[in-house]
């Protein structure tokens, strides 16, 4: 999948990868896609949580290798 931006919050556990994620698509246009890869099992949950909270869409998300990889775009 395409994206505009990408996040490394591998090793972050909760709220960090939220926090990063939210900053960074504060720098990003509507429409734009941010790809996140975070290792935190809780990542999953939360990133639902933060998408249905703030409107932005969770195109895709997947486990591999205890890695987690979103792809959110901003609303």
Not at 4 to 14: F, I, M, P, T
Not at 27 to 37: C, T
Not at 48 to 62: I, N, P, R, W, Y
């Amino acid at each position: 999948m395409n994206f505009d931006k990408e996040l490394d919050a591998r090793g972050l556990n909760c709220p960090l990868p939220i926090l990063r994620a939210k900053k960074a698509l504060t720098d990003m246009k509507p429409g734009e896609v941010l790809r996140i890869v975070a290792t935190d099992p809780g990542s999953v949950k939360d990133f639902e949580a933060f998408c249905k909270q703030t409107g932005h869409e969770l195109l895709s998300q997947a486990a591999a290798e205890k890695e987690f990889t979103f792809f959110m775009k901003r609303k």
